[in-house]
């Protein structure tokens, strides 16, 4: 089946970056893109980036820009997220989640188990 | 950028049929998709396109659009739809998607 698997929380310091993975598997890696969704404690979910995992295109949030990098690997079907200078807002659970689209509509599916990113002096 | 607004939370008594409503822009141009997620779990996708449930989502679970609102409707709530529900769309300027603040759903 398929299946996104993220990798294990992680607790940075303020201005530290932090990279987390996201392993596809159980269908053709190249054949989708790959969202990044986060979700601050409490909060809703916030879109913040996309990437082709084909050739590596990358769209991201202009809240983001210059701060996230989105990158691929496809010897071994894992996804990335790296976010820099990382404060305490920064402090939430990081999802992937494949995409999906016709002309009329783009929805994700399935989503990783979510990455718990802490930032805390 | 558009935005998706969404009301905060719904309540709904067993048994009923309720709706969940998600406004924006760029549902003028696209479908919503929808999202369930509950307590400590990853959001799952409970609604797509017109009105596409994914295999395993009850048929209880329906979905429509008209104009630049977007509604999820369950008819006949269970317990087990106590959750958060999310839309989504693609921005009508085509380089972001945007989630809605989300509707916590309360079955009395």
């Given at each position: 089946q398929?299946?996104l698997?993220?990798s294990?929380?992680?607790v940075?310091?303020?201005?530290?970056?932090?990279k987390?993975?996201?392993k596809?598997?159980g269908?053709?890696?190249t054949?989708?893109?790959?969202?990044w969704?986060?979700?601050a404690?409490?909060q809703?979910?916030?879109?913040m980036g996309?990437i082709?995992?084909n050739d590596?295109?990358v769209?991201y949030a202009?809240?983001?820009?210059?701060?996230?990098?989105?990158t691929?690997d496809v010897s071994?079907s894992?996804?990335?997220?790296e976010?820099?200078?990382l404060?305490?807002?920064d402090t939430?659970v990081?999802?992937?989640?494949?995409?999906h689209?016709?002309?009329?509509?783009w929805?994700?599916?399935?989503?990783g188990q979510?990455?718990?990113?802490s930032?805390?002096? | 950028?558009s935005e998706l607004a969404q009301?905060?939370a719904?309540?709904v008594?067993?048994?009923?049929?309720?709706r969940?409503t998600?406004?924006?822009?760029?549902l003028?141009?696209?479908?919503?998709?929808w999202y369930?997620q509950?307590?400590?779990?990853s959001?799952a996708?409970v609604?797509?396109?017109?009105?596409i449930?994914?295999s395993?989502i009850?048929?209880r679970?329906?979905?429509?659009?008209?104009?630049n609102?977007?509604?999820l409707?369950?008819?006949?709530a269970?317990?087990?739809d106590?959750?958060?529900?999310y839309?989504?769309s693609r921005d009508?300027?085509?380089?972001?998607?945007v989630f809605?603040?989300g509707?916590?759903?309360?079955v009395?």
């Open positions: 398929v299946q698997v993220q294990g929380a992680e940075k310091n303020p201005g530290a970056s932090v987390v993975s996201c596809a598997s269908y053709t890696f054949s989708h893109w790959i969202h969704v986060r979700q404690p409490g809703g979910l916030e879109w996309v082709n995992a590596g295109t769209i202009q809240k983001f820009q210059g701060r996230v990098t989105l691929r071994t894992t996804l990335y997220m976010l820099s200078s404060r305490s807002e939430a990081y999802y992937c989640a494949r995409d689209s016709n002309s009329n509509c929805w994700f599916d399935p989503w979510g990455t718990l990113v930032v805390s002096s | 950028s009301d905060p719904v309540s008594a067993l048994g009923q049929t309720v969940i998600c406004q924006g822009d760029s003028r141009t696209y479908y919503a998709s369930q509950k307590p400590g779990q959001p996708l609604i797509y396109d017109k009105n449930r994914p395993g009850p048929d679970f329906s979905g429509s659009s008209s104009g609102t977007a509604s409707t369950i008819t006949g269970q317990a087990a106590e959750a958060d529900y839309c989504n009508t300027g085509g380089n972001s998607w809605g603040g509707t916590r759903l309360t009395l």
